[in-house]
């Protein structure tokens, strides 16, 4: 697609008005919202301190890319900026630009105007964050920006301190894959916050791929995907600690996570299917940190979603699954809760099946990510009841082996995924 | 032609500041003199300037350029005599140009007689003239103002054993203006001036001229009455001639300078902090700087009005910004360190630009149309670099550049014997930078800085006019119309590197028309819609806004 012709349909003239106020740019904050009305002021403080105080110098501009709130997102981001600034020294002009995507609360078109302003603006380093983070602080904008400002990195992933549990689809799913498959240990690879460099946001702006469907379920993964495979030089930097996410929605977001990372797969073939000598990745700050506060996971619901999706998506898995993987899987159903466990060995097969079932879209791609969500809930189960008291680096020594698995079974999976049938 | 005799003319001045050693020799001894400025006086005409201010020409031993002063009423015989003076005064008033001197108040050179007197025993009746004391624990709270080279503001006397105070170099003592006979003896000097046909006094130094234990010893309720009291008699005897101070302080503690009421202490001041501002502005793409300091600048009584410059005889001090302001105007004009002088930085206005042409425009231009009465360091109409390796300030002290040939034209001298050595540097050395050759060429920094002045003193908006600031979304441009009686004027300055697009709101001024004032090209009418200009990398824009 040519490029100007996308950014003419993405861009109201409002916003190219703002735009063109703005000129110019260092640094740019990006802050995605949603219906944020109560965290969003943290959020907005944070940046304004962080830019305010540690890029005095610097060009820099906010911009809030709204996707239609009704609950005063909006308002309460102009309030918090007023109140942002004060008592902090400036040299320059601090510059907001606001605008909204209508009523698209998927992240894409937010993203993409994000993108967008940078790559107008010539921005030399942006850091997205998300309203919803009630943990950003002033100290994360800084550290995912001054890895592409100061030290010429073009992607800069997150690092937090988890609880123990959280996080298990990263954890069990993204970062083992992505390792194996493109030989880089990037531990977040669907980041709610990131950084990346004016040449990144340019050469993703202009890319074919955003009328992809995959792209729209993870544009995150997308962009992180596209530095990996695209020979940008990447890093991963420690955040602090992530709060718990109290958000519902768990099916969708696994739906959306696995989606987009089977489409990323796909777009990037080529880079990953000539196999890959594992990467070094610069990390600045300890590489996880994992707490482990008590916290109450109805373990049981778990298995029980599991065992009743694998017996009523037989079928489906059938068509998915090798028969003695689909085997394995029924006759783990039917075991004890006490006594029912998914092997790290057994996972990693499940999940190249799928993704090679995913390639070569033997069923319905929405009816295939669909299926897979009781097995990952079998699997959490799985992970949470042998983990149950084993403290963090018991949990990453796992984490280490079911790397170790999904490289090993690599050879298995390019083969499923290069033949159909 | 003579000299316009309107009130309050200071206002509508454009001031030239010159020193008589570097402007031109008329005698071959390698130092300028009066003659010599009388010579080119043309010059200084046809530049348009209206006011001439002279450094200090007075006997001197000249360890502070001549601001160690030894005798107030004479002329320094390297510069000529007090005749040659006078012609000169006469010379210039007959082109229709004032003539404003230094009058350095607050200290003496130790080698004035006056200081001789008074050190030569604790009995002279001139001992009372300046600031002694047994030991040097007294006003602590002063703060040292070169800090380059002084470590205190006592000095110890061998001759009289006792400290003197000083709040500039040691061998500038501090006069005591709490003995009325000092006071008495500088109106004396004023007055030897001003019956000679000078139009006004630059007062340096005026914050220090009193000190009381306890206090920074700046800016002292006393001191404001000294200078009241100096300007009553100034009115009483000499009407119609001014006053300006040299105050480096934030814009609130100078404006105390003006007095009470119609204003009873000095008629203009300099705006020290707006200078560095807008050599940030320039360098931060962005107005907050200017609109900052012009905002927290308190108005002033009607009859005084602020004296602002890019550049002069000093460092560009940056004692009134902020430490991180400060940090950033080293990195950014001052990298190497040999560009640095006391809180400032010893540099001339081109090579502060880079000699960027558009840059130099556009300083000129906010010089010329901010409220203030704009002062033109000498050389910098035509670009003269500057000599970071001469000692002191002296790097921006150097011979006038009046042609490319022998001696840049300052002087028939051998170049060794020159004042101080010219700046011979393929860019802004004196073959490259001068008067004659710009003469020559319609399109040099000197024909521009011509018709630059010549378009300023064609509305006294701006010269008198009140400003309004408006407030485009693009903070990389700087706009504000001055507005004096029915004539309006809209400055907009592009402060960016780069071309910017700017929608101006100007539905106050709807229905009238905006005629560039350089060009008088007629630009579209204002309507109610933001008023849309592109403009180029550093261009600014002067329209006077017609109703017709």
Redesign the interface.
């Known amino acids: 697609m040519e490029p100007g012709l996308s950014d003419e349909i993405l861009l109201s003239d409002d916003f190219i008005r703002q735009l063109v106020s703005v000129g110019e740019v260092d640094l740019l904050v990006g802050i995605r919202s949603h219906n944020d009305c109560r965290t969003v002021g943290n959020v907005v403080r944070a940046a304004e301190e962080s830019l305010l105080r540690k890029f005095r110098r610097q060009r820099t501009v906010l911009v809030n890319v709204d996707a239609g709130s009704r609950d005063g997102t909006p308002q309460a981001v102009r309030q918090a900026s007023l109140l942002g600034a004060n008592g902090i020294e400036s040299l320059r002009t601090l510059r907001w630009i606001t605008t909204s995507t209508g009523s698209s609360a998927d992240g894409v078109a937010a993203l993409r105007t994000i993108l967008a302003a940078a790559d107008l603006l010539h921005a030399k380093a942006c850091a997205v964050v998300s309203a919803s983070g009630e943990g950003v602080a002033p100290a994360w904008i800084e550290s995912l920006l001054n890895p592409v400002f100061a030290d010429n990195f073009d992607y800069v992933a997150p690092l937090y301190a988890r609880h123990r549990f959280d996080g298990l689809l990263t954890r069990n799913l993204l970062y083992p894959l992505g390792r194996a498959l493109f030989g880089n240990p990037m531990r977040e690879l669907r980041p709610t916050e990131f950084a990346f460099s004016g040449r990144l946001a340019s050469d993703c702006l202009n890319s074919g791929e955003w009328d992809q469907e995959g792209l729209q379920s993870g544009p995150e993964t997308w962009i992180a995907v596209t530095a990996i495979t695209n020979s940008y030089k990447c890093c991963q930097t420690f955040l602090g600690p992530k709060p718990r996410s109290t958000s519902g929605g768990v099916v969708d977001v696994i739906r959306r996570t696995v989606s987009g990372f089977f489409w990323c797969l796909e777009s990037t073939e080529p880079f990953w299917l000539k196999g890959r000598d594992p990467d070094r990745l610069a990390t600045n700050g300890p590489d996880h940190q994992l707490t482990s506060e008590p916290v109450r996971v109805d373990r049981k619901k778990m298995f029980q979603l599991y065992r009743t999706g694998v017996a009523e998506l037989s079928e489906i898995l059938h068509s998915i699954l090798d028969a003695d993987t689909h085997a394995e899987l029924v006759r783990l159903a039917a075991l004890d809760e006490n006594t029912f466990r998914f092997s790290n060995a057994l996972w990693v097969r499940t999940i190249y099946e799928f993704a090679a079932a995913y390639h070569h879209s033997v069923i319905h791609r929405d009816h295939l990510v669909q299926a897979f969500v009781p097995i990952y809930r079998g699997r959490v189960h799985s992970f949470l009841t042998v983990h149950r008291s084993d403290d963090a680096d018991t949990m990453e020594a796992d984490i280490e082996d079911l790397c170790q698995e999904f490289g090993r079974q690599r050879d298995f999976f390019i083969g499923r995924w290069s033949t159909k049938g | 032609m003579t000299v316009p005799t309107q009130s309050e003319w200071y206002k509508d001045s454009v001031i030239y500041q010159l020193h008589v050693r570097a402007f031109y020799d008329s005698n071959s001894d390698g130092i300028g003199d009066f003659r010599g400025m009388e010579q080119k006086l043309d010059y200084l005409q046809g530049l348009g300037v209206t006011a001439l201010w002279l450094l200090p020409f007075f006997p001197s031993p000249l360890r502070d350029d001549g601001y160690d002063i030894a005798d107030y009423c004479s002329v320094h015989k390297s510069y000529g005599t007090l005749d040659d003076m006078k012609a000169f005064l006469a010379a210039a008033h007959e082109r229709g140009m004032r003539v404003i001197i230094e009058l350095v108040l607050n200290h003496t050179s130790d080698q004035h007689p006056w200081f001789q007197e008074a050190r030569s025993s604790r009995d002279n009746p001139r001992r009372n003239w300046y600031v002694w004391s047994d030991t040097d624990e007294l006003y602590r709270d002063a703060r040292i103002i070169f800090v380059d080279t002084e470590l205190s503001n006592w000095a110890w006397d061998p001759v009289s054993k006792a400290y003197y105070w000083h709040r500039f170099f040691s061998h500038q003592p501090d006069l005591n203006y709490d003995n009325p006979d000092v006071r008495e003896a500088m109106w004396n000097v004023m007055k030897f001036w001003l019956e000679l046909g000078v139009d006004g006094f630059r007062l340096d130094a005026v914050p220090y001229l009193v000190e009381r234990d306890g206090t920074s010893c700046e800016n002292l309720p006393e001191t404001h009455e000294i200078v009241r009291e100096l300007r009553h008699r100034l009115d009483q005897s000499f009407p119609g001639k001014l006053l300006l101070a040299e105050a480096n302080q934030w814009p609130a503690d100078v404006s105390a300078y003006f007095g009470h009421g119609d204003g009873d202490e000095f008629h203009m001041a300099f705006h020290f902090p707006l200078m560095p501002r807008m050599f ?1 502005a320039v360098k ?6 200017i609109i900052e300091i012009l905002q927290r600048t308190p108005e002033i009584p009607a009859s005084c009005q602020w004296c602002i410059f890019l550049r002069n005889h000093d460092e560009l001090t940056l004692e009134m910004v ?1 430490d ?2 400060r940090d ?1 105007m080293y990195d950014e004009y001052a990298r190497d360190k040999s560009m640095r002088i006391n809180v400032g930085i010893r540099r001339r206005l081109a090579p502060l630009m880079d000699n960027d042409r558009r840059r130099i425009e556009l300083l000129n231009g906010m010089l010329m149309s901010m409220p203030g009465t704009p002062v033109v360091y000498y050389g910098d109409e035509i670009g003269m670099g500057d000599n970071i390796y001469l000692g002191d300030r002296n790097g921006v002290r150097t011979p006038m550049q009046w042609d490319g040939h022998w001696n840049a034209g300052f002087s028939s001298t051998d170049p060794e014997q020159l004042c101080a050595p010219l700046v011979s540097n393929p860019v802004y050395g004196y073959q490259a930078v001068n008067v004659d050759s710009q003469k020559r060429s319609e399109h040099s920094l000197l024909s521009w800085m011509k018709r630059l002045i010549q378009v300023r003193k064609s509305s006294q908006a701006f010269s008198r006019g009140t400003i309004e600031f408006l407030d ?5 441009v700087l706009a504000f119309v001055r507005e004096y009686g029915k004539e309006r004027v809209l400055a907009v300055n592009n402060l ?1 590197s ?1 071309c ?4 101006l709101n100007l539905k106050k001024y709807k229905g009238s028309i905006p005629i560039e004032m350089s060009g008088k090209t007629i630009f579209p009418r204002v309507t109610e819609l933001p008023y849309l200009l592109t403009m180029g990398p550093y261009q600014f824009y002067w329209f006077r806004l017609r109703r017709i």
Request: proline share 14%.
């Open positions: 940030m931060l793409e962005d107005r907050k700087p902020t991180v302001e950033y485009p979304p693009n903070h990389r960016s780069t910017q697009a700017v929608e």
